[in-house]
C-alpha cells in the first residue's frame, strides 16, 4: 500500500512564504513525476508544478514565486511558495505516479491534502 503524506500547511499573511513537503511510503519500485495540485473552494482542481527527471513544470499564476523539489532517495517532494497571494489560498494535494510492489504499472496516488490560507 503507498501512501502520500503531506505537512506544512497553514495560515501566512500576503508576501509571506510557506513550505509544503510530502513523503511516500509504502512498497515502491519506482516513483516517475511527483507534484502537487490545489483545489480551492468552489473551484476545480489544478496542477501547481509537478517533477520528473529533473524537468519541472509550473502553472503561469505561480512562475517565479514557487519552486519544486524532489530527493529520490527518501521518495519526498518539496513545494517551496514565496511571494504568496490570497488567490493562492487553497487546499494543496501532493500526487505521486508510482509502481507499486508486485506492479508493472505506474498508478497515481494522492496525499489527503493540506490548507494553505493567505490572509491578512
Known amino acids: 500500500q503507498v501512501q502520500l503524506v503531506e505537512s506544512g500547511g497553514g495560515l501566512v499573511q500576503p508576501g509571506g512564504s510557506l513550505t509544503l513537503s510530502c513523503a511516500a511510503s509504502g512498497s515502491i519500485v519506482n516513483i516517475n513525476v511527483m507534484g502537487w495540485y490545489r483545489q480551492a473552494q468552489g473551484k476545480q482542481r489544478e496542477l501547481v508544478t509537478s517533477?520528473?527527471?529533473?524537468?519541472?513544470t509550473y502553472a503561469d499564476s505561480v512562475k517565479g514565486r514557487f519552486s519544486i523539489s524532489r530527493d529520490n532517495a527518501k521518495n519526498t517532494v518539496t513545494l517551496q511558495m514565496n511571494s504568496l497571494k490570497p488567490e493562492d489560498t487553497a487546499v494543496y494535494y501532493c500526487t505521486a505516479r508510482v509502481i507499486p510492489s508486485g506492479d508493472t504499472r505506474y498508478s497515481d496516488y494522492w496525499g489527503q491534502g493540506t490548507q494553505v490560507t493567505v490572509s491578512s
Open positions: 517533477i520528473a527527471g529533473g524537468q519541472t
